[in-house]
């Protein structure tokens, strides 16, 4: 099993930034890839990002490309995203995601899921 432990949501301005973390633990050695998707009130869940283990593949959703960026720490075992430009339409839960197959933009591509952190754009 992996656990996940998203942190570093909470409420920003538009225009600004924030950086949000998922701690991984358990069998980390299983991982091949990692993402982050999204859950606004009353939507469906959708992807944001995804990067393989080696981190030299990386995927992003149309909507956030050139704005977020993300990232790991093999070492430690942590994913981050960075978001810059922030707009109201980020407002959601995000979920971090990691997985035992090849790197993947739906939700079953991903084994394993976080609790979600709360991140509000105000306009």
């Known amino acids: 099993q992996v656990q996940l432990v998203e942190s570093g949501g909470g409420l920003v301005q538009a225009g600004g930034s924030l950086r949000l973390s998922c701690a991984a633990s358990?069998?980390?050695?299983?991982?091949?890839?990692m993402g982050w998707f999204r859950q606004a009130p009353g939507k469906e869940r959708e992807f944001v990002s995804a990067?393989?283990?080696?981190?030299?593949?990386?995927y992003y959703a149309d909507s956030v490309k050139g704005r977020f960026t993300i990232s790991k720490n093999s070492p430690k075992n942590t994913l981050f995203l960075h978001k810059n430009s922030l707009k109201p339409e980020d407002t959601a839960v995000y979920y971090c995601?990691?997985?035992?197959?090849?790197?993947?933009?739906?939700?079953?591509?991903?084994?394993?899921w976080g609790q979600g952190t709360q991140v509000t754009v105000s306009s």
């Open positions: 358990g069998r980390t050695f299983s991982i091949l890839a």
């Open positions: 990067i393989d283990w080696s981190g030299s593949v990386k």
């Open positions: 995601a990691a997985g035992g197959k090849r790197i993947g933009l739906t939700q079953p591509d991903y084994d394993y």
